[in-house]
């Protein structure tokens, strides 16, 4: 099972009208009691996230009215919220503010995120720049496309598989546990560019588009990298996890690596999987 296209467009005009009333106005105008940590200190929540999300889900009921509704500050309110992706059906995925640190500190980079599951399996992703108001969309067996309303959809292609010593990516070392930090650094050292973003939105992004050739992340939550996984693997890339696992949104664990083609996640595997041992810190 699929979405249709006028449900694809609905949930792209849902996206776009909460990023016009939820998310744009109150960047760079949050006051302090709008911002605050979830987990850890650099794990933030917004009156934004909060209003996005809980617009978002009211749309989708609308929009896709049998999904269950799996939202990143849902979950954290109510952690078995989490559990329904593990039911028959057709699930939502949302991360109302990906890269919320950077959100709520004045920066640019930060953005929407959406997926559609259907038993366990994405089939539809949403990328979107709030300041730009563009988007990636990705489709099971149907490609990912860059996408803004006054162009045509651009289908996308990752980048070509190079050596290591040329590739360049993201790798969120902050997210590892603090004994294999410098461990996994000091193993990019040889490649050609190593960075993070901090906003998974963006770093699918840039990977889709065959701006970089990588990404490596510490966590493994399900709304950060449902649908950039689809959009690499659509685009032509690989995604799977560390631990030689393919990526799944059923898995709660391990470390997600994308990359552009098959022999370069391997090749990854074979060189980051021995330094990183147990599971990401909480």
């Not at 999904?67 to 954290?76: D, L, S, Y």
Request: proline share 4%; glycine share 8%.
């Amino acid at each position: 099972m699929s979405l249709d296209r006028a449900e694809e467009e609905a949930l792209v005009a849902l996206v776009r009208r909460a990023a016009r009333r939820e998310v744009l106005p109150r960047f760079r105008d949050l006051p302090p009691e709008a911002v605050r940590t979830k987990t850890r200190r650099d794990d933030l929540v917004t009156d934004a996230d909060l209003a996005a999300e809980s617009m978002i889900a009211d749309g989708a009921a609308e929009i896709l009215p049998d999904a269950a509704v799996v939202g990143e500050e849902g979950v954290a309110a109510e952690a078995e919220a989490l559990d329904r992706l593990d039911e028959p059906g057709t699930a939502l995925i949302i991360d109302p503010i990906d890269g919320t640190w950077n959100y709520a500190n004045g920066l640019a980079t930060f953005g929407m995120l959406l997926a559609v599951t259907v038993d366990g399996e994405t089939v539809f992703g949403m990328l979107h720049d709030p300041l730009c108001d563009d988007w990636l969309l990705a489709r099971a067996g149907g490609g990912a496309w860059y996408c803004r309303e006054d162009i045509a959809p651009r289908r996308l292609q990752v980048s070509d598989t190079r050596g290591m010593g040329n590739l360049s990516g993201y790798l969120s070392a902050q997210h590892f546990r603090p004994e294999h930090r410098s461990a996994l650094l000091q193993a990019t050292l040889d490649f050609d560019r190593v960075e993070s973003l901090r906003c998974s939105c963006h770093e699918y992004r840039m990977l889709a588009q065959g701006r970089v050739d990588f990404s490596l992340s510490g966590g493994n939550k399900v709304w950060d990298h449902a649908a950039g996984a689809l959009a690499v693997r659509e685009a032509g890339g690989a995604v799977g996890l560390l631990d030689g696992r393919e990526h799944a949104p059923r898995h709660r664990d391990g470390h997600p690596l994308a990359a552009n083609s098959r022999a370069t996640l391997e090749r990854l595997r074979e060189r980051f999987a021995p330094l990183v041992e147990g599971q990401v810190e909480d």
